[in-house]
């Protein structure tokens, strides 16, 4: 299995709701992450995930919340959120981070709206 | 800071060849990926430079001079499937990924 899967593929919600995102891997890989990316843009690091521990949050709105329960999710709860952040919300796992190349494989993505 | 620069768009043909560069500053370098992204569509992994010189996989190939902070992706024999953007990303000292912009290629018959 060489796949990243994320649910659901679409997500439509107000700004009271709370949802999450799901990603999984049975790759193997110990580091996972979320990306947002906006139209006509690179993607955005949110959280990186490595060994089950958030080693990086790169100073996201709390209403953002990532969870990793074992070695193979990765879930991203959102709460509260803006219209700002509709976007499509990308799922990646590494092997690991560090040195070597630690290729970055990407679920397809969630694209979320905010109504 | 942290710099990656790369056309915004370029043009060219069916059957043709293509070059896209990409130039960076970043602090410390530990390699230069280069992924495709369809409209709508997740990033995939196209190609992976840490030594200088040239990595050929089929029809693309990937170009790296460190000493000049500088790739370019060569995409030979065109297909119009090979419309997409194309992101260029750094690994800094902190083994953070830094990202390009990227560069929309639009194939003509």
């Known amino acids: 299995d060489t796949e990243v899967t994320q649910t659901p593929k679409h997500l439509v919600m107000g700004m009271t709701n709370k949802k999450s995102l799901k990603c999984e891997q049975h790759?193997?890989?110990?580091?996972m992450y979320w990306y947002k990316q906006k139209a006509k843009k690179p993607p955005e690091l949110m959280f990186v995930?490595?060994?089950?521990?958030?080693?990086i949050n790169e100073s996201v709105p709390s209403r953002f919340s990532p969870e990793c329960p074992n070695s193979s999710l990765l879930n991203l709860h959102l709460h509260a959120l803006q219209p700002e952040d509709s976007a499509l919300y990308l799922c990646?796992?590494?092997?690991?981070?560090?040195?070597?190349?630690?290729?970055?494989?990407f679920g397809a993505g969630s694209r979320l709206t905010v109504l | 800071g942290q710099n990656i620069d790369q056309p915004t768009e370029m043009t060219a043909t069916e059957g043709a060849i293509v070059q896209i560069n990409c130039t960076y500053q970043?602090?410390?370098?530990?390699?230069l990926f280069w992924y495709q992204q369809h409209a709508g569509e997740a990033p995939t992994f196209l190609s992976y430079n840490v030594l200088d010189g040239l990595e050929e996989k089929g029809r693309f190939s990937s170009f790296l001079s460190r000493s000049k902070g500088y790739s370019y992706l060569l995409l030979k024999e065109l297909q119009m499937k090979d419309s997409a953007s194309y992101l260029c990303?750094?690994?800094?000292?902190?083994?953070?990924?830094?990202w390009g912009a990227g560069t929309k290629l639009i194939i003509k018959p």
């Open positions: 970043t602090s410390g370098f530990n390699g």
């Open positions: 990303a750094v690994k800094d000292s902190n083994y953070q990924l830094i």
């Open positions: 990646a796992s590494s092997q690991d981070r560090g040195t070597g190349a630690n290729v970055l494989t």
């Open positions: 995930y490595s060994y089950e521990k958030l080693s």
């Open positions: 790759m193997g890989h110990r580091a």
